[in-house]
């Protein structure tokens, strides 16, 4: 029996967990219908694929959201996981189940799918007949994984930093590198047997003031870690900036270097995929101006070619979006995809040049460090500040790199800690600001945008 067999059997048994058969969840993934896989999605359907975000505890409700859904034509479904099973507390996750369906009253924040278990899930995962997306923000997510695609869900998001470093204050990081090398194992091996289960990095980070070569930084340190497990669909993604110039020039520039740092670790046979996330920041209480920026992605994203967009709802500033709001959001990006044809290719050759000198002298940092692993080089990196997200909670960030708009709403680095940005960038970089204010006065600026679509 592999090591990899031998720690499989030790997380699934667990007594919050169905009795696991592995030969029949093998043969289920073999015969699995293809439209299940984003992956097979990705490759036929040609068109951007639009997701909502969206998740229930109790079965009826979520089945319920998911028919709301079907007939709002989206093209990929979401499973947004609750808190309690995102901290790998299953007990309370089943307590709360149960009040949920004993009252009516939703007493989690997302579908507890450990606790349903995988035989009553599928039944509802492959209902529909489309993709579905696994959410959560878990980092030790092994056991939710397994439970994942034994259900019929064969996309999943997250991983070790984009995980960890905007949701944890403590969990150790070198143990989400070691716990996420097991989920890129897991997809690997189950990509085998049919259409590949995809792999979707979470670009949005902290969504306040990354700038972007940080984030395409830590898209593509996270896929390569994932390719060199054997993973052979993997989606790259980052969000709304509030920059629709700033966000062309990142989508260009990810997409070149993700071809190339894939193919500098050998692998020149796996299908890459951009993602855009519609608004991660804080929202206008003002709807009618939250259904604009909302559209304003839609036209965003359809500029940088994106394959997949994830929709926001007019509603993210009041609460959480009901189902009709998220089915409405959907309608309308749709229709927005439908009539925006004929974009002009829009070029920022200098903008471009510098972003992809930033993002390759970091890159080359986290290559010299002396360790003798990938995902080693990269706990390093974070540890000694090479790599550094605004913003972050997690104690090991050195939240040294200070970012600031500049007049055309572009994302700057105006400190830059221990990040290895080139000088020559650097300099460009604080050029396009107004540094002759007081502290004061940029400490305004940046706390005024946290909300700059207010």
């Not at 639009?50 to 079965?59: A, D, I, N, S």
């Not at 049919?194 to 700038?211: D, K, M």
Request: aromatic fraction near 10%; charged fraction near 25%; charge should be negative.
């Amino acid at each position: 029996m592999s090591l990899l067999q031998e720690e499989r059997n030790i997380i699934l048994n667990n007594e919050y967990v169905d009795n696991f058969d592995f030969a029949e969840v093998e043969e289920f993934v073999k015969n699995a219908s293809k439209d299940l896989f984003i992956s097979y999605n990705f490759k036929t359907k040609n068109k951007m694929l639009v997701q909502p975000r969206g998740g229930f505890p109790t079965y009826d409700k979520m089945f319920a959201l998911y028919e709301f859904f079907d007939k709002a034509n989206v093209d990929v479904l979401p499973c947004t996981i609750d808190s309690n099973t995102r901290l790998n507390d299953y007990a309370t996750a089943k307590k709360m189940l149960r009040l949920s369906e004993e009252n009516e009253v939703d007493m989690l924040n997302g579908y507890p799918l450990i606790n349903h278990g995988y035989r009553t899930s599928r039944k509802m995962m492959t209902h529909f007949n489309k993709p579905i997306s696994l959410r959560h923000g878990t980092p030790d997510a092994r056991l939710l994984i397994e439970t994942a695609i034994a259900s019929g869900i064969f996309e999943i998001e997250g991983g070790p930093i984009t995980y960890l470093l905007p949701y944890s204050k403590n969990f150790p990081l070198d143990k989400a590198f070691l716990y996420w090398k097991y989920v890129e194992r897991v997809c690997a091996e189950y990509s085998k047997l049919n259409e590949p289960i995809n792999r979707e990095s979470f670009g949005p980070l902290t969504a306040t003031l990354v700038p972007p070569c940080i984030t395409i930084v830590i898209q593509l340190l996270e896929m390569l870690l994932s390719l060199e497990e054997g993973v052979k669909s993997f989606s790259v993604s980052f969000s709304q900036t509030g920059s629709m110039n700033q966000d062309i020039v990142m989508g260009a520039v990810i997409r070149k270097l993700a071809k190339y740092y894939s193919e500098q670790i050998g692998v020149t046979d796996a299908d890459i995929h951009l993602v855009y996330h519609q608004w991660m920041g804080a929202f206008p209480m003002d709807q009618n101006y939250a259904s604009q920026l909302i559209n304003m992605s839609t036209v965003i994203a359809s500029m940088v070619g994106a394959n997949k967009i994830i929709t926001k709802t007019k509603q993210e500033a009041s609460g959480i979006p009901t189902k009709e709001a998220n089915a409405e959001t959907v309608a309308n990006t749709q229709y927005t995809l439908r009539i925006l044809n004929g974009l002009p290719n829009i070029v920022d050759e200098q903008e471009e040049e510098i972003l992809t000198a930033e993002v390759m002298a970091i890159m080359e940092a986290v290559f010299n460090d002396p360790a003798d692993t990938l995902w080693r080089k990269v706990f390093n990196s974070i540890k000694n500040g090479t790599i550094d997200v605004p913003f972050s909670p997690h104690i090991i960030n050195n939240n040294e790199m200070i970012t600031v708009r500049d007049k055309n709403k572009n994302i700057r680095i105006i400190k830059r800690g221990k990040v290895p940005i080139p000088n020559r960038c650097f300099e460009y970089e604080k050029n396009q600001c107004d540094l002759n204010k007081d502290t004061t006065s940029i400490v305004n600026d940046i706390i005024h945008d946290i909300g700059i679509m207010q």
